[in-house]
T-cell receptor, first 114, second 117 residues
Framework: KQEVTQIPAALSVPEGENLVLNCSFT??????LQWFRQDPGKGLTSLLL?????REQTSGRLNASLDKSSGRSTLYIAASQPGDSATYLC?????????????FGRGTQLTVWP | DTGVSQDPRHKITKRGQNVTFRCDPI?????LYWYRQTLGQGPEFLTY????????KSRLLSDRFSAERPKGSFSTLEIQRTEQGDSAMYLC???????????????FGPGTRLTVL
């Protein structure tokens, strides 16, 4: 069974710092990997999708990389802002499971203080 | 708003009552998923529809849970004889699903927060 782990569980940084969130998964036979943002009590907002054939994706201040063979992904946030404060979730869709079924990590709770 | 919508956003019920949630996916999205999220955890898969066909149910979905997607549009998730352990956020997601075995991006709704007293 696919297992997804996110490190660190929580992170608190001052505004302006560049930071890296880590995600690892146990089965490298994946279709894709998605990073989501979740605000308290809210649903999930998709940030980036990386297909298994891709190495990275960028959107604004966000950059996500994927190393499928080692089962790792990182989300890089440049010049962090207080508005970035949220929980960031990593999820993979693997080839051994229901088409599109996502396996999630527990998330990294990010706090950016002014 | 053309995103995924869910109704109600919050539901408080007493143990033993039945509840029903609704999800309206993005228009023309063929794939629809239900997930459940408890505090401090990532969402866990419950069930999956391809158009109107329910193709998989997780072992998390006991006999008290049933889901439908009539006509391949909106979906409902019903919980019968609710228990306190059912308290969670119920999330719905949809994806285009037009590319055969291609797995595309999933878009989530705001969720329904269920509290069972």
């Amino acid at each position: 069974k696919q297992e997804v782990t996110q490190i660190p569980a929580a992170l608190s940084v001052p505004e302006g710092e560049n930071l890296v969130l880590n995600c690892s998964f146990t089965d490298s036979a994946i279709y894709n990997l998605q990073w989501f943002r979740q605000d308290p009590g809210k649903g999930l907002t998709s940030l980036l999708l990386i297909q298994s054939s891709q190495r990275e994706q960028t959107s604004g201040r966000l950059n996500a990389s994927l190393d499928k063979s080692s089962g790792r992904s990182t989300l890089y946030i440049a010049a962090s802002q207080p508005g970035d404060s949220a929980t960031y979730l990593c999820a993979v869709s693997d080839r051994g499971s229901t088409l599109g079924r996502l396996y999630f990590g527990r998330g990294t709770q990010l706090t950016v203080w002014p | 708003d053309t995103g995924v919508s869910q109704d109600p956003r919050h539901k408080i019920t007493k143990r033993g009552q039945n509840v029903t949630f609704r999800c309206d996916p993005i228009s023309e999205h063929n794939r629809l998923y239900w997930y459940r999220q408890t505090l401090g955890q990532g969402p866990e898969f419950l069930t999956y529809f391809q158009n109107e066909a329910q193709l998989e149910k997780s072992r998390l979905l006991s006999d008290r849970f049933s889901a439908e997607r009539p006509k391949g549009s909106f979906s409902t998730l019903e919980i019968q004889r609710t228990e306190q352990g059912d308290s969670a956020m119920y999330l719905c997601a949809s994806s285009p699903g037009t590319g055969g075995m291609f797995v595309d991006e999933q878009f989530f709704g705001p969720g329904t927060r269920l509290t069972v007293l």
